[in-house]
């Protein structure tokens, strides 16, 4: 026995299926994952009109009302928390773009780039994530991890980032080429035909990406764990608008591929029962109002502005909806008069630096992290309804997203609230959990259900409450805090946390005069 698991171990970084009937073999109790993200996903777009498969999927099985986003409520810095349990101050993925010398010299570094990941990962010495990632710890206990996003390229590799050195699967619809392993790719794509041009709202991508998991991953590779990424509502969010038709039509289309799958796992046998869970890594908000422009309002107020901050740049930024601000040497003089500039200007919500001077700190929203920004700042947003009538929306500092489309990255509660419903043996039927979960916690319940211990660092939580037959029988008790901070003039900047134990949640987060 010894030998044979010790063979399985060393095949597994060249054939992957092998290992994976190999697996199969050795542990046919053992509860297998489909984690499926309808990236940005509101909750509250969730009906029987709009997603009747996903709507009766959660009823049946157990809905987590309060699920929250990490900040910055960014797609690549969630799916960092999804596969670490961590916040951003421990994993160290701080933003969609930000500074670090050693990955991306004099330049900032772009997470939504393949070949940057690529290029930091290995520039890092493998440390582009600080904390161990779900490939690695299932890998750990002979357990496997494929991966498919029809995501942006960077996103798909931040969900298996280890997936050469681990013989894992990942495939990223945007980037093929970049798909690993080459034998698997080129026999999955053999069987599938060429990935589809892609279009908004991406139907197609959302058809190919379940024709990979229903036709390839699960018949070929039936990893232990599935992370299947679909790009819509992202997509059409983003660039059409929330609730236009483009997006109503792209709702529907994820819910049918959705209902694809469901069908498939009814028609199966149920000696290694599939565990389906679903989420969605933040929310998103509408563009509403004039484009702001930063960079320029920082250069007329005095400030030098450009790429990377030091000798003549006084500040380098990185601001969609909410971003950071690099400071030249985080210099506190500098970060201060900064600050208070910005407090006084309409349209700032809330502002983080490290030391909270004057400010809200890093550290209430998980991000004190050193690649983290001197300042985190978030454009103001309100709770304004949309021409569909969807509510809520924010200011821009970016003209890649057309006012009338949507953004999302900052504080408020409809960018940090986000879907979680699960179904299976391992989970509740037909419950509702009312005690808050976020993404962080997605992790250590996966791994607590495979029997994997939970590591020591991970800041995320087993979800007890939504497990059948959990051991587990206190309930903790929610605590709500809001820290304050009190700025330049009548600025007063709020955030809103639930405490959990030792665990936390981002509410919101917002600035008390004017919108919110
Ligand atoms: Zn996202």
Redesign the pocket.
């Known amino acids: 026995m010894q030998a044979r698991f010790g063979f399985a171990i060393l095949i597994s970084k060249q054939h992957l299926r092998l290992n994976c009937i190999l697996n199969l073999n050795m542990k046919q109790a053992r509860p297998r994952f489909l984690i499926l993200c309808f990236?940005?996903l509101r909750p509250d777009m969730v009906s029987k009109e709009t997603m009747p498969n996903l709507h009766r999927f959660a009823r049946e099985g157990v809905r987590c009302k309060r699920h929250r986003a990490v900040f910055p409520s960014?797609?690549r810095v969630?799916q960092a928390s999804l596969v670490t349990g961590c916040y951003p101050q421990k994993h160290g993925i701080v933003g969609n773009k930000f500074f670090d010398p050693v990955a991306s010299p004099g330049k900032l570094f772009n997470t939504g780039d393949e070949n940057q990941l690529m290029e930091g990962d290995r520039r890092l010495g493998g440390k582009l994530v600080d904390v161990p990632v779900l490939g690695e710890l299932l890998a750990e206990h002979d357990l496997s991890l494929a991966t498919l996003s029809s995501?942006t390229p960077g996103?798909a590799r931040m969900l298996n980032h280890k997936a050469e050195s681990l013989g894992t699967f990942r495939f990223a619809l945007h980037r093929p080429d970049a798909s690993v392993p080459r034998n698997a790719v080129v026999e999955m794509q053999e069987k599938l035909g060429p990935v589809p041009e892609h279009q908004i709202p991406s139907l197609e991508w959302l058809t190919y990406s379940t024709n990979a998991y229903l036709n390839y991953i699960e018949p070929v590779l039936r990893p232990d764990v599935c992370i299947l990424w679909f790009c819509e509502p992202?997509n059409s969010y983003h660039f059409r608008g929330l609730g236009s038709p483009e997006n109503l039509q792209a709702l529907s289309r994820a819910d049918q591929e959705f209902g694809r799958i469901l069908d498939w796992q009814h028609s199966q046998n149920e000696e290694s029962p599939l565990q389906i869970i679903t989420f969605?890594?933040?929310g998103q908000l509408t563009v509403c109002g004039e484009t702001i422009n930063l960079q320029g309002c920082l250069q007329e107020a005095g400030f030098t502005v450009g790429e990377p901050p030091g000798k003549d740049v006084d500040a380098a930024v990185a601001v969609d909806s909410a971003g950071g601000i690099y400071v030249r040497d985080s210099d506190p003089v500098l970060i201060g008069r900064i600050v208070e500039w910005l407090q006084q200007q309409p349209w700032c919500g809330p502002v983080l630096t490290r030391n909270g001077e004057k400010s809200l700190k890093l550290e209430m929203a998980g991000l004190d992290h050193p690649r983290a920004p001197d300042i985190a700042l978030v454009l103001k947003s309100n709770d304004l309804e949309n021409q569909y009538g969807i509510r809520g929306g924010c200011m821009n500092n970016s003209t890649f997203y057309p006012v009338g489309g949507g953004l999302?990255g900052g504080l408020n509660a409809l960018e940090l609230q986000s879907w979680m419903a699960a179904r299976g043996s391992c989970f509740q039927n037909e419950s509702q959990s009312k005690l808050s979960s976020g993404i962080v916690d997605i992790l250590p319940t996966i791994l607590h259900l495979l029997d994997v211990p939970v590591p020591e660092h991970v800041q995320g939580r087993v979800l007890h409450e939504i497990i059948s037959e959990s051991s587990e029988c206190s309930t903790p008790e929610m605590k709500r805090v809001t820290h304050e901070a009190q700025g330049a003039g009548d600025y007063q900047a709020k955030l809103e946390v639930t405490e959990l134990g030792e665990h936390f949640y981002l509410e919101q987060g917002w600035v008390e005069e004017g919108l919110k």
């Open positions: 990236d940005a960014e797609t969630n995501g996103g992202d969605s890594d933040h999302h």
